[in-house]
């Protein structure tokens, strides 16, 4: 097919086949096509007013609203990259991203303010600082920065996995392809609403932008996710796409059965990671389709398949313009229903993410043999369908959210009376990972797990706090003296576990609040 893969030629090829036709809506801001590719350009002259340039970097720190999507293509139309950062970041990890990816101007909600005070360093913060509520008025249009589809449109920061976060550069061209691909699968057009809870500072929200902008259609976007109000925002868009999360369906099933499951008219939802014995049950119950498949910030929808071909339990095939392998750990194929690391790669031009922000040696090993290695542990049926097994990297997720655990270790062993940490990955009630800690304290030590909880609320995003403490006196260890995680991961919780959630419910916040 022809497209174009750049977002300042895209908004102008789809503003001239669309016009007045509506793209996005949030509350009672509503633009059309043709006013997004005048926003982008308007966007975009502001930011050159204060002296952004091509490649420079803009964060963005803020929730859902329309500012951050003006930003966002203000900053793509300028040739400038976005960093949209998740609002929950705190401490050490923001202060990360901020030195790595070296902002030239932060945009941040008045009350996030708060987060840049936990960070400890004020020299690593960009040296403009806009605030959401007060934005200098956009300027005159300027015509777009010369891009190519390589150009990086936008940096997404993602958990590490035995280190810091690590900023995936994602071209102009992925985030299209990502539109493309989607849209085909759940069956998008021009004649479809797609309304989203999630947060535009993930990918699945980013992508629900491209779909609608590639495929003619419209896109609503929602402030948060509401257990309670997800059926009555289904209903207010009149859409007919919507977006769910792992965690989320367990949670919509477990609230008392209403008449508003069924008042929308969502034909199907973009569902990854919904446990399969779930998925029928939810469809029954609520009349919405659900597609499951594989996709990652760093690569592209590369395994799923369209809504009558679903099979509850299994991702799905590869995607047509996609390559995927299940390997052993020297990147030899191995034999179906034999568990391996998947392994991806794209037939089209920068269809990936080309590697990480100033982070050379880290892209080097996850593309290396030019394939990108996941660290997900999977299964390939004989007839090419995956199955998702486990994560092979140390990295959690929680309520759609990535953790990293090796952060969660480094704020926990800051408290003077702690002397090691491990962390790692339990199962949840809801279907995906929960956070616990074994810690060793140091002898003569009354440190209670409320102690620990307290040292690290304020410095780890509110989902990465552990929910499980346990207090050993040693940790299994390899010959090497590495900690064997996967053997506290197998004992899990005990009798001698503290339970956050038990000890205080109102501490533990279940909604996932991303992609």
């Known amino acids: ?138 300027q005159a249009a300027i015509e777009p920065a010369t891009l190519r589809p390589g150009d990086t449109a936008v940096i997404l920061y993602t958990s590490g996995t035995t280190g810091p976060s690590k900023g995936v ?50 896109m609503v976007l929602e402030r948060r996710f509401s257990a309670s109000g997800f059926w009555p925002a289904m209903i207010a868009a009149k859409a007919t796409i919507g977006y769910v999360l792992g965690a989320m369906v367990p949670i919509l099933l477990s609230r008392p059965p209403s008449p508003a499951e069924r008042e929308h008219t969502v034909r199907v939802a973009l569902a990854p990671g919904v446990p399969g014995h779930l998925q029928k049950p939810f469809t029954e119950r609520t009349g919405m389709g659900l597609i499951d498949g594989y996709g990652s910030t760093e690569t592209n929808f590369t395994i799923g398949t369209t809504l009558d071909r679903q099979r509850p339990g299994l991702m799905g095939p590869v995607v047509e313009g996609f390559q995927a392998r299940v390997v052993d750990e020297d990147d030899n194929e191995v034999p ?33 043999n030019l394939w990108f290695h996941s660290g997900d542990r999977v299964v390939m049926t004989e007839d090419g369908w995956f199955r998702f097994m486990d994560r092979m990297k140390d990295a959690i997720r929680r309520r759609g959210e990535n953790i990293s655990a ?16 491990a962390v790692f990955a339990v199962r949840s009630e809801l279907a995906e990972d929960e956070v616990m800690a074994a810690l060793i304290v140091r002898p003569g030590s009354a440190l209670t797990p409320e102690a620990v909880i307290a040292h690290c609320a304020p410095q780890l995003a509110y989902f990465a706090v552990p929910r499980f403490i346990d207090f050993v006196t040693a940790m299994p260890l390899t010959e090497s003296g590495k900690v064997r995680k996967f053997v506290l991961s197998e004992r899990g919780v005990t009798q001698s576990t503290w339970d956050r959630q038990i000890a205080d419910p109102t501490q533990v916040r279940q909604k996932p609040s991303g992609g």
């Open 169 to 218: 550069c994602c071209p102009h061209a992925q985030m299209v392809w990502w539109g493309i691909h989607t849209g085909r699968l759940l069956g998008v057009t021009e004649h479809d609403v797609l309304c989203t809870t999630l947060p535009l500072f993930h990918t699945n929200a980013l992508n629900t932008f491209y779909q609608a902008l590639v495929h003619g259609a419209t």
């Open 1 to 138: 097919m022809h497209t174009e893969f750049t977002l300042p030629d895209l908004l102008r090829a789809q503003a001239a086949r669309f016009g007045d036709k509506p793209l996005f809506r949030f509350g009672d801001t509503v633009w059309s096509f043709a006013d997004a590719e005048a926003i982008a350009a308007g966007s975009a002259a502001r930011l050159a007013a204060a002296g952004v340039e091509k490649g420079d970097r803009v964060a963005i720190l803020c929730p859902n609203r329309p500012e951050l999507l003006e930003l966002y293509l203000g900053c793509l139309w300028r040739g400038a990259i976005a960093v949209p950062i998740n609002v929950a970041s705190r401490g050490p990890q923001l202060r990360h991203i901020f030195a790595n990816c070296g902002a030239k101007l932060l945009m941040v909600e008045p009350e996030l303010r708060e987060a840049l005070d936990s960070i400890g360093d004020p020299a690593v913060l960009p040296p403009l600082i806009w605030s959401t509520d007060a934005l200098p008025p956009r």
């Open 406 to 421: 090796f952060e969660v270790e480094q704020v926990l062993l800051t408290h003077k009376d702690i002397d090691a940490a």
């Open 336 to 368: 179906p229903g034999t568990p391996g690391e998947l392994i991806m790669r794209a037939d089209a031009p920068f269809a990936f993410a080309t590697g990480y922000w100033a982070m050379p040696e880290k892209t080097v090993e996850a593309w290396r």
